[in-house]
């Protein structure tokens, strides 16, 4: 079965940065287009970054020069670095394949 498990959340001060990490299984890595989702409370979850096979990155303008998603395909393991992180960056952080698939989540809160 599918199973994708997120990991690196926690409280960071503004300014501060994290990598999140997402580890897959149960499909063929290499061959799915992963991304990073996250949801705040009250809020729609919203697209963050996502990363194609081939490695090309796309990001959400909001985080456009401060984060960068990567993937190890060997490790069948996604990254997302994330830099210079603001309070509006709080949310939880959800792995996905091909947007269809999702772990269970990590918080990530930036507070002071």
């Known amino acids: 079965q599918v199973q994708l498990v997120e990991s690196g959340g926690g409280l960071v001060q503004p300014g501060g940065s994290l990598r999140l990490s997402c580890t897959a299984s149960?499909?063929?890595?290499?061959?799915?287009?992963m991304g990073w989702y996250r949801q705040a409370p009250g809020k729609e979850r919203e697209l963050v970054a996502t990363?194609?096979?081939?490695?090309?990155?796309n990001y959400a303008d909001s985080v456009k020069g401060r984060f960068a998603i990567s993937r190890d395909n060997a490790k069948n393991t996604l990254y997302l670095q994330m830099n210079s992180l603001k309070p509006d960056d709080t949310a939880v952080y959800y792995c996905?394949?091909?947007?269809?698939?999702w772990g269970q989540g990590t918080q990530v809160t930036v507070s002071s």
């Open positions: 990363i194609s096979p081939s490695a090309t990155p």
């Open positions: 149960g499909f063929i890595f290499n061959t799915f287009t």
């Open positions: 996905s394949a091909a947007g269809r698939r």
